[in-house]
């Protein structure tokens, strides 16, 4: 916890899943003196979750709410600069945004779903950094700061039915990796964080708000939680600054691959 201390923390896709739970798992372990910045499209929410952190932990951590859409390159570009003084010198960017629509298989795949998954996991994930990595570059040694992507097994082992998406997450590897050689120099860090199955948003999202559909997935395994993920997240941004948990896949117990899930029947 002390580690994280006076840390100004930037969480991408903070209204909901993985990235909310990040954002209170940020402030339980160091409710001392932390700044947390929660992007995501619905600022509603994340103004309710904003006041939720701040009754659960107290004054000690500072929440600001910020509308973002990733996938808008001149909303990331606006960014940094329309932050409130107090907030721009970012230590932590955590790139969570990102999401999945439908199940179909070429030729079938809507140009608008391939649009949406490219622009917010890839684009979005790419101009984010882009758009911090300079604070990061300002600090002694070539610079400080982490960039945590959160990727996929659907990145590593690709299914029928997801190629889109897998080949998303695929390409946030690649970037993450290239760009932790690139920053070779640095004391920034570069880490990646691939979860297998969550219950989150993620497949009412994939079913265009079918609840049921999405439901049915679950139905018969144990998910990890979004609690799950976000103690990893806090884990490897709270290790010394000369430890790079450069790589994590995280499963629940019945699980061992993309599609590869024991269902009790
Ligand atoms: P959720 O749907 O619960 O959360 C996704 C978050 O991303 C929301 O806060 C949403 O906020 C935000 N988001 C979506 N599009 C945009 C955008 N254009 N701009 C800004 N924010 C956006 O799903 P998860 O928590 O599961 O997903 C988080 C990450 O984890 C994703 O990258 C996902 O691919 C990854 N992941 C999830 C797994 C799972 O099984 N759940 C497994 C492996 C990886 P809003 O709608 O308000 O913009
Ligand atoms: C989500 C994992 O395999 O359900 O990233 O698409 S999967």
Request: hydrophobic share 40%.
């Amino acid at each position: 916890a002390k580690r994280l201390e006076g840390k100004t923390i930037v969480i991408t896709g903070a209204s909901s899943g993985i990235g909310k739970s990040t954002a209170f798992e940020f402030a339980r372990t160091a409710p001392k003196n932390l700044k947390l910045v929660l992007t995501a499209r619905r600022i509603d929410t994340l103004k309710q979750i904003t006041a939720d952190i701040v009754a659960e932990v107290g004054e000690g951590v500072k929440v600001l709410p910020v509308q973002l859409d990733v996938s808008k390159p001149e909303e990331v570009k606006a960014f940094v600069g329309n932050l409130p003084e107090e907030y721009r010198d970012i230590d932590v960017l955590v790139n969570n945004a990102g999401l999945v629509k439908g199940l179909a298989r070429a030729p079938e795949i809507a140009e608008e779903d391939i649009n949406i998954m490219f622009n917010t996991n890839v684009t979005g994930l790419i101009n984010m950094t882009q758009a911090i990595l300079p604070i990061f570059k300002k600090r002694p040694e070539g610079g400080a700061g982490d960039i945590i992507n959160v990727g996929s097994i659907a990145g590593r082992e690709p299914y029928a039915g997801g190629s889109i998406y897998c080949a998303t997450k695929a390409a946030v590897r690649s970037f993450t990796d290239a760009l932790r050689k690139e920053l070779i120099a640095t004391r920034i860090r570069v880490m990646e964080i691939d979860p297998g199955q969550v219950e989150t948003e993620f497949s009412v999202v994939r079913f265009y708000g079918d609840k049921a559909k999405a439901d049915a997935v679950y139905e018969g395994c144990e998910p990890l939680t979004p609690d799950d993920i976000a103690e990893v997240v806090v884990f490897v941004a709270g290790r010394r600054e000369n430890v790079v948990i450069a790589d994590t896949l995280i499963y629940p117990s019945h699980q061992a691959g993309a599609g590869s899930l024991h269902k009790k029947s």
